[in-house]
């Protein structure tokens, strides 16, 4: 059973940075994708990067694009989220995903087979 470990989130002061980590675990295979998603109060999941870890390419979401960089360890099944310059909008719980292949834009939900439990980020002014 594949399993998503994730690490990091909790409280930061706005302006600061942040590290969530993820691995996989259980799966014999590849991942084509690995991300994150977040999911803020009262709104839809939406995605905030991922990496085609094949290549390495990388995607942002336009929200967090210049101040994040997602990247994969040498396994290609964990990957590293470094997020500067936090923002209170940046608030949500915020979600590791992955699959062994997409076919909808790495930004939507549904493109991934696995999740994480989930790590909730709260960014206070």
């Known amino acids: 059973q594949v399993q998503l470990v994730e690490s990091g989130g909790g409280s930061v002061q706005a302006g600061g940075p942040l590290r969530l980590s993820c691995s996989a675990h259980?799966?014999?295979?590849?991942f084509d994708w690995m991300g994150r998603l977040r999911q803020a109060p009262g709104k839809e999941r939406e995605g905030?990067?991922?990496?085609?870890?094949?290549?390495?390419?990388?995607r942002y979401a336009d929200s967090v694009q210049g101040r994040s960089t997602i990247s994969q360890a040498n396994s290609k099944k964990a990957v590293t989220l470094q997020m500067n310059n936090l923002k209170p909008e940046d608030t949500a719980v915020y979600y590791c995903?992955?699959?062994?292949?997409?076919?909808?834009?790495?930004?939507?939900?549904?493109?991934?087979?696995?999740w994480g439990q989930g790590t909730q980020v709260t960014v206070s002014s």
């Open positions: 259980g799966y014999t295979g590849s």
């Open positions: 995903v992955s699959a062994p292949f997409i076919k909808l834009p790495w930004y939507n939900p549904s493109a991934y087979n696995y």
């Open positions: 905030v990067a991922a990496i085609y870890t094949g290549t390495g390419s990388t």
